[in-house]
């Protein structure tokens, strides 16, 4: 991805079975689509919810409660970086058109 001057948001690695699971979040998705496949490397693509909330002791819970309340499973979880002060989380999510309804009671969330 450097040498494509791909910039990468997030990278996230996990052991899964006998391999290894790569997450990357990106504000690039073609270019990193197009340099998968260039690179004959198998991917799935996953929308995220990204959402912006108070840097206060419990508010990472308190989003994870009401998506979880709301049905919605959470896969994976990450914080990406802080805006006004506040932190900036990503949420891998089992319904993302739902989570998004639900996402303007929750905090500030990122546009698609």
């Known amino acids: 991805m450097a040498d494509k001057r791909i910039n990468l948001d997030t990278v996230s690695i996990s052991q899964a079975g006998h391999g290894y699971l790569v997450r990357f979040l990106t504000g690039s ?51 990406v970086g802080e805006a006004s002060g506040n932190h900036v989380y990503a949420y891998g999510v089992s319904d993302y058109a739902k989570a998004r309804k639900l996402c303007r009671k929750l905090g500030k969330c990122a546009e698609d």
């Open 29 to 79: 998705e073609e270019d990193v689509r197009t340099s998968l496949m260039k690179a004959d490397l198998s991917f799935r693509e996953n929308k995220v919810l990204v959402i912006e909330i108070a840097n206060k002791p419990g508010q990472w819970l308190r989003v994870a409660q009401k998506l979880a309340d709301g049905g919605i499973e959470i896969s994976h979880t990450y914080r």
